[in-house]
């Protein structure tokens, strides 16, 4: 499954993060722990996040897959230099985007895919970092509802890849006879997950489901990529609780 966003919005997108992201470190201790990236001060954050955009922008002008680097070698600067070196990145990626061309194929650790991919996987990645950082600082964290629709449906397709199981190989445990999950957001469509003994399928919309979790879309992002608790006050779950804890423990990207 393709974008549902114009290629533009994508762009802005990941400057609208980026800008979150920047907001969200600035002026705070490069030792400040992340709690959502355990292993992870801060200062390692923002040179993972600078370092990634800046790869992915180099793979998108070659077209092949290169080594994915350390988010421990990444050299961001000193605080005062954060805020431009990440927009840096960001601009990289756009970049070498309209430099070799959207629908230009590249390759993915997915396989070949349009040079557009990996301007959705920046934009997914650096999202979720920026809550990450949000979390670690006490920032307010924001994302338009079709940017974060976009990250969740980004999420699902991954792991709906039939060659996702290589890379993660758990991924394989999210097999199933049929049972599914639902995604509901207040309005406008939800996700539907089914698990079938051939991968997993998903799909946009509404169905009858063993779990149903509901929420805003940006709280939706963020139990899938398992940021916040099903538990948390803004999430409600209903049905087959253990199908859904099932399915978060093996679903990580």
Request: proline share 7%.
């Amino acid at each position: 499954m393709s974008s549902t966003l114009h290629t533009a919005r994508l762009v802005e997108g990941l400057r609208e993060q980026t800008g979150g992201f920047v907001r969200a470190v600035a002026g705070k201790p490069q030792d400040t722990r992340v709690p959502t990236c355990p292993e992870w001060p801060l200062r390692t954050l923002v040179g993972h996040v600078g370092q990634e955009h800046r790869w992915a922008a180099e793979l998108v002008r070659k077209g092949e897959q290169l080594p994915v680097p350390d988010p421990w070698e990444a050299d961001p600067g000193t605080p005062d230099d954060w805020a431009g070196w990440l927009r840096e990145g960001a601009d990289d990626v756009i970049r070498a985007l309209g430099e070799t061309g959207a629908d230009t194929v590249v390759q993915t650790f997915l396989g070949p895919r349009p040079a557009v991919s990996w301007l959705r996987r920046m934009l997914s990645d650096t999202c979720v970092h920026h809550y990450d950082a949000a979390h670690a600082t006490d920032t307010a964290f924001e994302v338009a509802d079709d940017l974060a629709a976009e990250v969740l449906s980004e999420h699902l397709e991954l792991l709906a890849a039939p060659a996702w199981e290589t890379l993660r190989p758990a991924a394989a445990e999210l097999r199933g006879r049929g049972e599914r999950i639902g995604f509901r957001p207040p309005s406008g469509a939800g996700w539907v997950i089914t698990r079938t003994p051939d991968g997993v399928r998903w799909r946009r919309g509404h169905a009858d489901a063993d779990t149903v979790v509901s929420a805003a879309v940006a709280d939706l992002l963020l139990v899938v990529n398992r940021r916040i608790p099903p538990e948390d006050a803004r999430v409600t779950v209903t049905g087959d609780r253990a199908l859904l804890d099932h399915w978060l423990s093996h679903s990580a990207l």
